[in-house]
């Protein structure tokens, strides 16, 4: 039996003139019926699982410039704005997904549909070759125990996504057509957790709070990691205590102190003691950039985080200008002051405010001796033009710095899970099931951040706060946010996005720039709604899943599309 790469997962099976080319034998390669048999070509495979998981992390599909990842995940939600130069600036990735107005043909709901089936493909050659009785020495049980937690972990970000997503457990023949899962989402996301738990035994363990290698693969602290994230999204308490609990007392992690909170999401922090896992990036001289390096790095989201300095008189020096696609919601912003206090560690670690902050108080190339009236009248620093999408605060926390350049981008790695997420996690569960345990890692974050909120005792709402606050823009808001909708029949907490796109804040500056010196600075936010004449906003019954891309449910009737995105449904 023949079997192929699925992308969407059967799309390209579907073109004619590409099916003829999978029947030409490949020329300089081992043969697959002799390949899948030593310790060696069980690491080769493994390493391949990994180089593709880091791509579509990074980069999906090698088709886009950005995170289709960081994208999906984070721009539906109500802590930030598609911003960047203007409306509709990158709009696939931004706009559209912040203020609801994608629909099956976006490139970035398809892209990383196809990415997690990538990645699953890639997984599924290793357990089909070396699983069960094929699985016969340690170094092959260990990578089919990595494979299974790698697949575990795309299943249950498929679930989180699109709700009941086919569950694909081996190589798919190219005839197959893979149908929706047919239990529930909560039985989807427990064979993930189970999947990942059982393969805990046949992984190594992070050997301490230093080992840097230990966070580029999949360990046990990884998979419990995401045992504990399937079984807390399924609704089953326990096992995901039991499983978050085994990360936190392995005593193999830690959280970094509060002057070193940002370093985690920069280059100086990669491998650092909170970091449980991350997709490794090693870059190699043989490898042209245009020929696979860019493929593996975050490339142009070294750009999308960084601020639109262009549109400014200068910018600080230790930062790299870039399209300001990010900006951040100010009723964030508020509520993350009025919690953690305007000097806390994390309020400065995630959100700069403009006026003083990036205005005077962080150091400009151009400084010198000035003083700050000196500063107050200077064309060096202030907004030129305006900065769309931003309010009075600009997101701090992945700006990149120069430190983390390497030429032109970024070798840096992409965080998949830390140490803080564990915590919350457990911590959740605990305030779910009466148990005062959970309290400690809660009022560890908190102490962690700086915040003048302590909490003193362990309750359900102070954990959801805790959790927006800390885990801003790493992919956890919007997944959590459909999540409580689900489990607690919270559908008021879809009230803060109802608006996504009706009134997009606009950063600008008084300053006479004809008459450079005659006036100061002084930062103004105006705002303006969505300008296209589209519906905008979240929609009850639609917006709470993904919907199956339109290419996947064109040509397979085994996939009904989700409610509310039109065509069959499931």
């Not at 790469?5 to 034998?25: M, R, V, Y």
């Not at 696609?325 to 100010?330: S, W």
Request: charged fraction near 25%; aromatic fraction near 12%; charge should be negative.
């Amino acid at each position: 039996m023949k079997r192929y790469l699925f992308l969407s997962i059967i799309s390209l099976l579907a073109l004619g003139s590409c099916s003829k080319l999978l029947e030409e034998p490949q020329k300089g390669v081992v043969a697959y019926e002799t390949f899948y048999k030593t310790d060696e070509h069980a690491e080769g495979a493994i390493v391949y699982t990994y180089d593709v998981l880091c791509q579509q992390l990074a980069r999906a599909q090698g088709e886009g410039i950005f995170s289709y990842f960081f994208g999906l995940y984070e721009m539906p939600s109500d802590d930030v704005y598609g911003a960047g130069e203007f409306f509709g600036d990158n709009d696939q990735f931004g706009g559209m997904l912040n203020e609801f107005r994608f629909d099956s043909a976006n490139s970035v709901v398809s892209g990383m549909y196809k990415s997690w089936y990538q990645i699953i493909y890639s997984c599924n050659l290793i357990l089909d070759n070396f699983d069960g009785e094929n699985a016969d020495t340690p170094v092959k049980k260990r990578v089919v125990a990595e494979a299974r937690v790698i697949r575990a972990y795309a299943h249950m970000m498929l679930a989180i996504g699109w709700n009941r997503p086919p569950l694909v457990d081996h190589v798919l023949a190219g005839d197959d057509r893979p149908t929706q899962y047919e239990g529930t989402h909560e039985e989807l996301l427990a064979w993930c957790g189970d999947q990942a738990a059982a393969a805990a035994n046949d992984l190594r363990e992070r050997s301490s709070t230093a080992d840097k290698d230990a966070t580029a693969y999949v360990t046990k602290g990884m998979a419990w990691t995401v045992a504990g994230k399937a079984y807390l999204f399924a609704g089953d308490w326990a096992k995901a205590k039991e499983n978050l609990k085994k990360v936190i007392s392995s005593g193999k992690y830690a959280l970094v102190p509060s002057e070193r909170i940002r370093e985690t999401f920069h280059v100086v922090g990669e491998g650092n003691e909170e970091i449980i896992f991350s997709t490794n990036i090693s870059p190699n001289s043989a490898i042209g950039d245009w020929g696979g390096r860019i493929q593996k790095t975050g490339w142009m989201m070294f750009d999308i985080w960084g601020w639109r300095m262009d549109h400014c008189g200068g910018q600080p020096s230790s930062v790299k200008g870039g399209w300001g696609l990010i900006g951040v919601r100010e009723d964030f912003a508020h509520d993350l002051v009025e919690n953690d206090g305007y000097d806390s560690a994390r309020r400065k670690a995630w959100i700069r405010k403009f006026d003083p902050e990036i205005l005077y108080e962080m150091p400009y190339a151009t400084d010198g001796d000035k003083t700050l009236e000196q500063k107050k009248k200077a064309d060096d620093r202030g907004i030129k033009s305006y900065l769309f999408g931003q309010g009075e605060y600009l997101h701090y926390k992945r700006v990149t710095d120069n430190s983390d350049m390497d030429g032109w981008y970024s070798h840096m790695n992409t965080n998949v899970f830390r140490l803080a997420e564990v915590y919350l996690m457990y911590a959740e569960a605990c305030a779910r099931t009466n148990d005062n345990d959970g309290l400690q890692y809660l009022n560890a974050i908190q102490n962690r951040a700086g915040s003048k909120t302590v909490s003193s005792s362990l309750t359900l709402d102070a954990v959801k706060k805790e959790k927006r606050f800390e885990m801003w823009m790493e992919g956890c808001r919007w997944p959590d946010m459909v999540r409580w909708s689900l489990q607690d029949g919270d559908k008021s907490i879809f009230d803060s996005v109802k608006n996504n796109g009706r009134n997009i804040p606009v950063l600008s500056d008084t300053y006479n720039w004809d008459a450079p010196g005659t006036t100061e600075h002084k930062i103004v936010v105006s705002y303006e709604a969505c300008p296209s004449g589209q519906e905008v906003g979240f929609k009850a019954g639609k917006n709470e899943w993904f919907p199956y891309p339109f290419a996947e449910t064109s040509i397979n009737p085994g996939i009904g599309q989700n409610p509310g995105w039109g065509g069959p449904t499931e």
